[in-house]
């Protein structure tokens, strides 16, 4: 176990004082019991509500934004340009930080999910960025960030060109990971809120994709002192090709920190049962993850990623991953506005 009395900030978190940052989270978040859906599963659930950040509608991506539109104001960009998949949360709340801020927002919805109705195309995340009257361009690729971050660039020279003066927030590994210091104090968040309930957790089940917010968690936690596990559960690309980005992205916190990395590769641990059929689609157990907490606790899960999380956690509990009366914390990262795009898959289930 982690000790539990550890309210000294770490040495190297002073560091992050270092980066320009604005803050557009309601923090901290709470964290919540999840008794009935616990009983289910033998352990003692708990929520992280990061869905509860504020900016429009809430989620994880509030943390990793104040880092990227700090550096932004920094430079006196006028317009911010983003890129990801058609009801990405990211560009939801990038758009909304820009329209608080007075910035143009240039948003490029990537193709990432072919084959689905109206709803996907038109409602949920696409119906808030309207709403907030950022500029939506297309990009028919979906598994091209290195083509999708040079399509922004290219935007970007245009803009330029006009006399604007944009700045590109990248998708592609290999950029120095702002939005992941989001998360490293997120992990100091969590930590001194441990220490002021005395309580310890032996696990930490987040969402692993862009790895911004799993390596941000496990970087800050293990900076912290904190040894519990943290679970990250595929929610774009199996294991092992998840395995690297994310020893990669911790890497390159130290790296932007200065600072030796706290992270081995022992404690990076995936799980991917729950990422079949791909990205964006909800699986039969992911729509039965999202009903069963709704229905046990009231919570609303979304089928891109903490859908898919908790169906890895249902897997991981029932298999015996964790003792009889295990503590362990989900992350809720938000993305509830996807749900009323997912109508047709998730209606009737």
């Known amino acids: 176990m982690a000790n539990l009395n550890n309210p000294a900030k770490p040495a190297l978190l002073d560091r992050l004082t270092e980066f320009p940052r604005l803050t ?3 923090a901290p978040t709470p964290i919540e019991p999840l008794p009935r859906l616990g009983a289910d599963l033998g352990i003692e659930l708990f929520v992280k509500r990061d ?4 900016l429009a509608m809430g989620g994880n991506k509030a943390r990793q934004l104040e880092f ?5 104001q920094a430079a006196k960009a006028d317009t911010i340009l983003i890129t990801g998949a058609v009801q990405s949360n990211f560009i939801r709340m ?5 329209a608080r801020l007075g910035m143009a927002a240039h948003v490029q919805l990537e193709d990432r999910v072919p084959g689905m109705g109206a709803d996907y195309a038109r409602s949920g995340n696409v119906l808030l960025l309207d709403i907030l009257g950022a500029k939506i361009h297309t990009y028919p690729h979906g598994e091209d960030e290195a083509g999708a971050d040079a399509r922004l660039h290219h935007m970007a020279a245009e803009l330029r060109a006009q006399g604007r003066r944009p700045y590109v927030i990248p998708l592609a590994p290999n950029h120095p990971p702002l939005g992941a210091l989001g998360y490293v104090v997120a992990a100091q968040e969590i930590s001194d809120q441990m220490a002021a309930a005395e309580r310890d957790f032996d696990c ?6 862009s790895g911004l917010t799993h390596g941000g ?9 904190r040894t519990m596990a943290v679970q990250g ?8 090709a998840q395995r690297p980005r994310i020893a990669a ?6 790296d932007l920190l200065g600072v030796a990395s706290p992270v081995t590769a022992a404690d990076i641990q995936l799980d991917d049962e729950a990422l079949a059929p791909g990205y964006g689609r909800p699986s039969a157990a992911v729509k039965h993850a999202i009903r069963l907490t709704a229905a046990r606790e009231g919570l609303l899960l979304d089928p891109v990623y903490t859908g898919k999380v908790m169906a890895g956690l249902i897997v991981l509990a029932r298999g015996g991953a964790w003792k009889k009366g295990a503590r362990v914390l989900f992350i809720h990262t938000g993305g509830t506005p996807a749900l009323f795009a997912y109508g047709e898959e998730l209606r009737g289930e």
């Not at 930490?204 to 994709?209: D, E, M, Q, W």
């Open 249 to 254: 992205k911790c890497q390159e916190i130290a």
């Open 217 to 225: 968690l496990l970087f800050g936690l293990r900076a912290c002192g």
């Open 204 to 209: 930490v089940v987040v969402a692993s994709g």
């Open 68 to 72: 990227y539109f700090g550096a932004a």
């Open 24 to 26: 557009l989270t309601q």
């Open 233 to 240: 559960i595929c929610v774009r690309r199996p294991e092992a």
């Open 94 to 98: 990038a758009a909304a930080a820009a």
């Open 51 to 54: 869905d509860m950040t504020g």
